[in-house]
Every structure is written in structure tokens, then in C-alpha cells.
């Protein structure tokens, strides 16, 4: 089980999360009928390299993966998938970034950055709900994930959903939720106990983004002395009635 991060560690966390580029995070949405990648923190949807989107998996109502395509665009990336899908999942590996004395963050390790004072890998992922009853299938693939334990499409807006949240399978303590990560991007829904369990509101009846992060320490790497971790749960808070 991994474990909270020290005070000291907290605080580098909101050095290191605070250039564009790694505090960003990462989510879906449905737009004049394709399924975006949105790169961005908060409400801005910024450019980004489609190149960095390392996976993007597509599964039935029943589990069942569906082919996806990814388009990348010269500003951002498009999923395709060959049949319209229940479930969605995306990956984006941010790659290495390293801090110079003078506060500037270079999309590189800290080998050739001379006299970087900070270094880590950023990653992202995004699990996105679009059908009510629809069955998680291993979620692996997302090396961090916010697993709801009930359908979070049959809870409805302003009531608790319970979620567990893990890194590589294991439940992670003291993460802090972000309830409404679309709208209100530095305000603390909730918080993680002993084993990676938490409660957060449903904010929305549209468009929930709930979102969280953390770094862990890496060891004997001439590249990078963390990784840096975000990811998302979307889901509609209440279905569309005509």
C-alpha cells in the first residue's frame, strides 16, 4: 500500500505541479459528435502534442473491448472507436521534464539539462463512464485510476460517490480528490483513507471530471528523481431527458 506523502513532499509536489506543463491534467469529452482529448487545467483546453497519447482503450456495455482509433491532430487528439462505447480509457505520457536554477521547466531529463535542480516523468490517464450499468473491465492499463464502486450514473447530482483510488493496482493514502476538476481545479472534495477510499459529491448534473495526483520517488534513474501522476473520472451526474 502506498502511502501518504511527508509534509516536505507535499510541498514539492506544488513546486513541481506548478509549471503549465505538469499541472495539467487530462480528461474526455464529447464534442459535435467525436470523443476529444482534452489536455488542460480547469476550464482551458490548451494544445497539445498528439504524439504524447501512449493508449486509448474502448469497451462495451458487457466489458467487451471495441476497437479505437487514435487521430492526431496538429493541436490535440481525436479517439475513434469503431462502435459507440460504454467505457473509455486514455493515456499520456507527458515525458521528462527537468527544472533549471532560474525556474524554467524543459521537456527533457535532468542529463542534459546541466544544473537541474528538480526532474520527474509525468503521466496521465482518464476513465470515462458514458452508459449507465456499463461493467468495468481491468483497468490495468491505467496505472492510475479512480475506481468507482457503485455506477456513478444511478447516484445523482450532490450525492456521495464512493470511489477507491489506486497506482499500479495498490491503494494509495492521503490523496486529495477533486470533485469538480472542470469547473473548480484547486478545490479538495475529499480525501483518501487507509485503504485508498473516499467519498466525493457529485457536483454536477452535467459533466463531472473528478480528478487526482500524486509523485512517488524513483531510485538509480540518471534521467528523473520522480514520476508524477494525474488522472480523471468522468461521467454525466444525470441523464438527459427530452
Known sequence: MYRTLS????????LLFASDAIAHGLWTEERRGNIEVIYGHGAEDNAFKASKISGA??????GKMIPVTV???SDHARLQPLSQPAVM????????WSQTADKQWINQGR??????????QTFKYSLAIYQEGATLSKLDRLRMVIVPQ???MTVGPYKPLPVIVTLDGKPLVGIKLLGD??????EISAETDEKGRAQV??????????????VVPVANNPDITEQGFFTSLTFVGEAHHE
Open 7 to 14: 509534509a516536505l513532499s507535499f510541498s514539492l509536489l506544488g
Open 57 to 62: 482503450w474502448a469497451y462495451s456495455a458487457s
Open 71 to 73: 487521430e492526431r491532430l
Open 89 to 96: 480509457a486514455v493515456a499520456l505520457d507527458n515525458g521528462m
Open 111 to 120: 542529463s542534459k539539462v546541466p544544473g537541474a535542480i528538480a526532474s520527474l
Open 150 to 152: 457503485v455506477d456513478p
Open 181 to 186: 476538476y472542470r469547473n473548480a481545479p484547486n
Open 201 to 214: 459529491i457529485i457536483r454536477n448534473p452535467g459533466l463531472n471530471v473528478i480528478a487526482a495526483q500524486t
